[in-house]
C-alpha cells in the first residue's frame, strides 16, 4: 500500500451516533516516533483545531478508515 502523505483524506468507517458518516479527517504531517513507528498527525476537515495523531498502520486499515478522494 502506497505511503500516507499530507493531504490526504480519510474517514472512519462507523456512522455517528446519530447515523450520519463520520467526518474527514485531514493528515496534516507524517512522522516518525519514539517507538519506531510511523504515525499521522490528523485534522477534522470541518474544524482544523481538533487534532489528533494517529498510527498510519491505523488509517491503512480498511475496517477502521477509507480514504476520500
Known sequence: MPD???GQRFRD???TAFGGPA???VVDQV???TDGKQYAQVYLATDPKERKTL???VLRDTRRFVEVR
Open 55 to 57: 498510527s498510519t498502520a
Open 13 to 15: 468507517t462507523q456512522r
Open 23 to 25: 467526518p474527514d479527517w
Open 4 to 6: 500516507i502523505q499530507p
Open 31 to 33: 512522522l516518525v516516533g
